[in-house]
Every structure is written in C-alpha cells, then in structure tokens.
C-alpha cells in the first residue's frame, strides 16, 4: 500500500513528515510511501534519520515540487493558483489511483477545498465534514464532527454527520453498534435550536443507526456516545478549548507540584508522565483528522505535530485504506 | 446587605446551601441572609453546622416555602406555576428590595426565566446572558458569555453580550480596558459565519469597548482576552466540554501516578493538590455564573456544587451588589 504525504506542511514541515513517514514505515512493512515536497530539503532530512529508521527510509520515495502552499493561504486562493504545490501534487497522486490514501499537515481549509476539487465527494454526502477521535472516561475514544468545515449546517447536514460518524466507528474501529448522539445545550427534548431539534427527530426515524439522543458537552469525554455530532462552529471550538485547557491544566499540575520543595521531586517523577498525558489528550496532534465524505482517504495532521504525532496520521490514513472507508461511507 | 438564597435548589439541597450560606455569612461580616425553604429542613441543617460557624448562623434567617421547584420542570412551567416555590420567592424577594441580590443552584433556565419575569431587564438589553469566569494560564480569568440562555442569536445579540461582559469585567473585576474578542473558527478575517462576521464590524466601530477581534477556543483559556463572546449553544459546549475534560484529566493523571509502585507515593501527595485543581478548574462551581442583564442581581450556582462552591456564589452576588453591577451594565 502507498500513501502519499504532502511534505511541506505543518509548523516544522520536513523535519516533522519525514521522521514521521519514516516511523511509520518502519512500523508497518507493507506500506510504501511517496513525498511531495522540496528534494533536496527532503533529501536531507531523510540523511539525518537516524541509523535504525535506514532500512525503513529506503521505502521512501520523493518527488520534487516546489511551490509550497503557505498556512496562511485562503482556501479559494488555493483552488486558483494551488495546482503545483506539494499538496496539490500529493492528491492528484491520490486521484490518479498510484496511492491509496494522502496525508498533510498543512492548512486545513486549503486541504479541503483542494480535496474535494480534486477527488470528489462520495455519493450521497452533500459536504465533506472533518473527524477526530477525542479519547474518553473510560479509555475509549468518541468521534466529535463536524470540526470546522461546515460552520452553518442545517439538519440534513447533522444527519448526514451522524451517517459518517456512524460508518467510522463501525467499520474503523470495528464497533458492533456505535452509539451515536446530538451535541445539545441540555438532554431534554425541549431544549436546543430548531436546527438540532428537527435533526433529532430525523435520527430518531433511522433504523440502521444506534442514536441514543442528545449529549451535553461533558458527553464527549464521558464515554457516553462513541459518536457525537455537531455543527462545525461548536466541534471546532470545543476541540480548540479543550486543546487550551489541557494544555493548561498539564502546566497546572507541573507547578502545584513544583511550588513546594517536597513537591520539587514530585515534578521532576511526574514530568515525563504528564507530557505524555498532554500529547494524548490532544487528539488531533495525537491522531489527526480525517476528511469524511471525500472521495479517497485523507487525514489532516496537526499543524503543530512532531514526527510522532505525523507517525500516527500516516497510521490512521493506512487504517482507513485497509477497511475501505470511502466505500463504507457511501453504501452505509 | 442581604442577599436572599433559594435554599432548596441543587444535587445537594439545603445540606450546601445552608453551609455555603453560614461559610459567606462568617467570611464577610457585614452580610444578613435569608434562606427561602422547608422550615423543619433547614431549621436542621442549621442546627447540624460546626459550633465554629454558630455565631455567624445566627445571621441566617429562614422564611418558610413549602414547594420547590424540580429540576426537571421547563421554563414555561415554572413561569405558570412556579409562584409560590422557594425560588420564585427568592426572586420577590429580591424584586421588592427587601434583598439586594439572589442566588440559586436551581434549574438554570427556570431561574432565568422567573427572573426575566419577576425583574425585568436592563435598558437597552434585549435579552439577558449567562456568563462565568473561566481561569486562564496566566493565573487571570475570563468572561465567557453567553453560556446557553441565547442559542440562536445575531450581531446584535453577541454586541450586547460584549458589552455586558466589558461591564463585568471593568466594574466588578477592575479592569481598566478589558479586551473583549469574539470566538471563531479561525482569527483570519475571512473565516466564521455571516452572523459572526457582522458581529465582527459592528463590534470594530465601537470606540468605547477594547475589542481585539477573534480568538479561538484555546484563546478562552490561554489569558489573550478578559471577555469572550459567542452564542449560547457554543458557550454551553464549550463550558460542559471544559468540565468533562477537566474531571477526565484529573482522573487520568491520578491513575497515571498509581500505575507504578514508585508513584503511589506520588499519587498521595498529588492527591489534595489534585482535588483542589479540579475544584479550581470547574469554573461555574467554584464562581457561580451571573444572569446577566437582569434588573437586579442573581447568580447560579452550579448544581452539584457543595458547601464551599456555593459559598463563593453568595460571595460572587455580594461582589457584584458592591460594584453596583446592574446599573454599571445598563449606562455602559
């Protein structure tokens, strides 16, 4: 299996993709994958691999292109003037079938306009929407979507969210019968705007799908719902929130303890754990996201991810190629 | 000053009202209260407080109320039939001046909707807000607003709820020129919806309010802005979400500590410093939230809050009767 990677993205661009398709590489031995991307950056980056990754890094492939897209770029700017860019190239080779699925860690507006350009959409789904999996209570994970593509949906849009949902849980994560919820600003029927209730009512009519009704935002990390669905507007703010919070919290904890003199020892045996919690508890650095509805696989890594957290992308995207999403979403 | 107090609302009932109600009565001196409640309950739970809390006890006065609202019952029914509960009498109370503000750990949107009825609103507000403060990084707090009173709301909704929370923050927490941002799925100018945007322009023209322009979820936390402003529907996701994550976080760091022998020591140590986080954390139990744009002052208290949370909300109303809140908000 080949995975194309758009190389250039991200805060820490080579550096990060590199590792991170090295790692990957050396973890799973049947995948191959092709870089998009400046060569001789490129070319150098994979010289500076360390010696256990070498035999991995053979498996990689690159193709030169220069023009990079920058973060800041419009998704509209991207559609007019992207066509050469890394991420641009990295779907094409997608659309053309020589790789099964496309990561990029670069501008997510930009990645999902070009995506949806480029490969289409699949039948049935109106507009792409955006999904992590956010881990929970009870160490499970739920998927929260939309996360920024639609900002103004209306219920068909929620319903076709709550389908999606349903579908990557079912056949990604191999759950019997996911449970799937409304984001709501309370659990009684009465509440909500008239968008979320007449969601409500069509998720109720559906047979082939386990709705359980509405969640509050707590519902997310509860362990309540294996699915929770929302307008792009709250899921994106609630996943930047909780990114800032934990960020917070994690720096809390490091200086309570490190108020004290006793506690000085505390901090410096709970540092490693800590961070290792923070990168956990930051899903779409820890997981990345994928671009549901889009005719062909591909995951969005943090911009912010370092070669570990791009490892886990690359991961996800061959997940996703080995159970067949896109032709899950578009039969379920 | 007295401050009137449903004493039956909340997971707790009078157990945390009357103790939080005698803690706010022994820290602050020159505070009356008066308990809206079940007579023989709360004659009881008077009578079981600390001998160290007695002589501040003898402050409390309990007026007799026999029914209570549940916290199951809707809006509209506690408007029809809501009139002789604890809560109802609390807010009359509060209407004849008899008490200079109220507070309850009642049903929010019952308590929201008598106090519309019994008080009115501010001039110029058309429709109040619910709005707490949030910690940030920088050891300083946030104004989020609205958080679930508004779901659906437009430009002129989310300028009115910049101004209220400008108020809150200039004159209760004394800040010079709080900056006031408006939440969005992005910080560039193109990005949000159509009601985000125009909130956006309006808000720019207004030289009386220190507006910063967007933030996203994490700019809640991260100490970029005093006040942030956005619908209510997203307002109650991101607050409920940032509770579920804090509760999961404290809990998974604990666990962390007590996965190896060498951290159960860690895990004793940590454990109060821990506790006292997630207490500081869960912002609308450890402050109460504000109804905002009411004709007088009441504050929610949050429903599962105990003694010492609901201490801090009594305090938080006898802050905001000092700093004249109601009509700091209708000349702002």
């Known amino acids: 299996m080949r995975i194309a990677i758009d190389a250039m993205g991200g805060d820490l661009g080579p550096r990060a993709t590199v590792g991170g398709a090295a790692r990957a590489l050396s973890a799973d031995s049947r995948l191959d994958i092709v870089l998009f991307g400046q060569q001789s950056r490129l070319n150098s980056e994979i010289a500076r691999l360390p010696r256990s990754l070498a035999a991995a890094a053979s498996r990689l492939q690159v193709e030169n292109v220069d023009a990079v ?55 049935g789904i109106t507009r792409p929407a955006i999904s992590t999996a956010i881990p929970t209570c009870n160490e499970g994970r739920c998927y929260l979507l939309d996360l920024g593509a ?40 009465t509440k909500g705007s008239p968008t979320v209730k007449e969601a409500d009512r069509r998720l109720r009519e559906l047979v082939d799908i386990h709705y359980i009704g509405y ?35 994690v720096a809390r904890v490091q200086a309570t303890f490190e108020a004290h003199w006793s506690s000085r020892l505390v901090g410096l045996l709970a540092r490693p754990a800590l961070m290792r919690l923070r990168d956990e508890l930051d899903p779409v650095r820890y997981n990345g996201a994928s671009l549901l509805g889009i005719r062909g696989i591909v995951v969005k890594s943090h911009g912010s991810a370092d070669a570990a957290g791009f490892h886990y992308a690359v991961a996800r995207a061959a997940q996703e190629v080995r159970r067949d999403l896109p032709r899950r979403l578009a039969v379920s």
Do not use: Y
């Open 69 to 123: 897209l920058a973060d800041s770029q419009q998704p509209a700017w991207a559609l007019r003037h992207g066509g050469d860019t890394s991420m641009a190239r990295m779907l094409a080779c997608v659309a053309s079938g020589k790789a099964a699925a496309g990561v990029s860690a670069g501008n997510t507006g930009a990645l999902m306009a070009l995506a949806r350009h480029t490969l289409g959409t699949v039948a």
């Open 150 to 189: 639609n900002v103004d949906v209306g219920p068909g849009r929620l319903v076709e969210f709550a389908r999606m949902g349903d579908a990557m849980a079912r056949h990604v994560d191999g759950l019997q019968r996911p449970r799937v919820a409304l984001l709501n600003v309370g659990v009684e029927g």
């Open 215 to 249: 969640v509050e935002g707590d519902g997310i990390f509860s362990g309540a719902a294996d699915v929770v669905v929302c307008d792009g507007f709250t899921g994106n703010a609630v996943l930047k929130a909780s990114e800032g919070l934990a960020k917070m919290l």
